[in-house]
């Protein structure tokens, strides 16, 4: 199972808004609505900000969002803020019953 | 609150093995399946292996297939990795999570601190 395709990083500029892609097959991301997003700052465990393609968990800022078209997912972070500088992994379920990650992304904060 | 405390990490020889252990609290544990997630140094998140919550069903990904196995005590509140014959890839920070789901599907919402599982001759 090869890992989803993201951008190895983005950067903006704070208050903007920028968007980070994952790139599947029809076997994971385009098969099913369960993909999922995580943030992961340095020397910490991740974070559960997306799942199901489109929720947010309690507790996550609505800053956040996310879809799916076909075989490609994205997040969006609007309103860009110091502390969502990151790497942001996407997740998918597989018709194999496995999961797979994506490369990551780090996100930079100008 | 949700806990999860990973145990059992340490320097393994090649070929050797481990147990890796992930202690759960502050949820129904039998409620959840639970996961096995890790970072090898300097690189991204790979999935290993989940098991679902009366654990009967574990799934793998292909690169421990045959050589890890999942498992869990609900009375005990507890999941376990055995890593065998263990390569020099092997070697991660290991992360266990509480998945949405009994079964699978949803994303993995609380995740413990992580261990380090070092594999060197």
């Known amino acids: 199972q090869s890992a989803l395709t993201q951008p190895a990083s983005v950067s903006g500029s704070p208050g903007q808004s920028i968007t980070i892609s994952c790139t599947g097959t029809?076997?994971?991301?385009?098969?099913?609505?369960?993909v999922s997003w995580y943030q992961q700052h340095p020397g910490k465990a991740p974070q559960l900000m997306i799942y199901?393609?489109?929720d947010r968990p309690s507790g996550v800022s609505n800053r956040f969002s996310a879809s799916k078209s076909g075989n490609t997912a994205s997040l969006t972070i609007s309103g860009l803020q110091a502390e969502d500088e990151a790497d942001y992994y996407c997740?998918?379920?597989?018709?194999?019953?496995?999961?797979?990650f994506g490369t990551g992304t780090k996100v930079t904060v100008l | 609150e949700v806990q999860l405390v990973e145990s059992g990490g340490g320097l393994v020889q090649p070929g050797g093995s481990l147990r890796l252990s992930c202690a759960a609290s502050g949820f129904t544990f039998s409620n959840y399946a639970m996961t096995w997630v890790r970072q090898a140094p300097g690189k991204g998140l790979e999935w290993v292996s989940l098991i679902s919550g009366g654990g009967s069903s574990p799934y793998y990904s292909d690169s421990v297939k045959g050589r890890f196995t999942i498992s869990r005590d609900n009375s005990r509140n507890t999941l376990y990795l055995q890593v065998n014959s263990l390569r020099v890839e092997d070697t991660a920070v290991y992360y266990c999570a509480k998945a949405r789901n009994y079964y699978y599907g949803s994303g993995f919402d609380y995740w413990g601190q992580g261990v380090l599982l070092t594999v060197s001759s």
């Open positions: 997740s998918s379920y597989t018709s194999s019953s496995t999961y797979v």
């Open positions: 029809s076997s994971d991301v385009g098969a099913y609505n369960y």
């Open positions: 199901d393609v489109t």
